[in-house]
């Protein structure tokens, strides 16, 4: 059960565009295709905020309001990703 809730993410990830792409070729299916871009990109967008968040309430465990938690959580973020390089 484990392995199916982190895999089905992955392939969704890898999904969706080749799927938006098989759409654009007709006529009919490329409003759906460009309907299902966008979307992915703003759940892509919104996915990082959630992300910092996240991992706001798991380094701090006081009352702090939600904009400052993912403020911080995203400051964390960005650091993880610029020592990733």
């Known amino acids: 059960m484990g392995t199916v809730r982190r895999l089905v993410p992955r392939i969704a990830v890898l999904a969706i565009p080749f799927l938006a792409l098989f759409l654009l070729v007709t006529v009919v299916g490329a409003p ?3 309907a299902d871009l966008l979307l ?3 759940v892509t967008l919104a996915s990082i905020v959630f992300a910092a968040y ?3 309430r798991l380094l701090v465990r006081g009352k702090q309001h ?4 993912a403020l911080f959580g995203g400051v964390v973020l960005i650091c ?4 990733d390089r």
Request: net charge neutral; no cysteine.
């Open 32 to 34: 759906l295709a460009l």
């Open 66 to 69: 939600p904009i400052v938690a």
């Open 80 to 83: 993880a990703l610029i020592l």
């Open 54 to 56: 996240s991992i706001a």
């Open 40 to 42: 992915w990109i703003v």
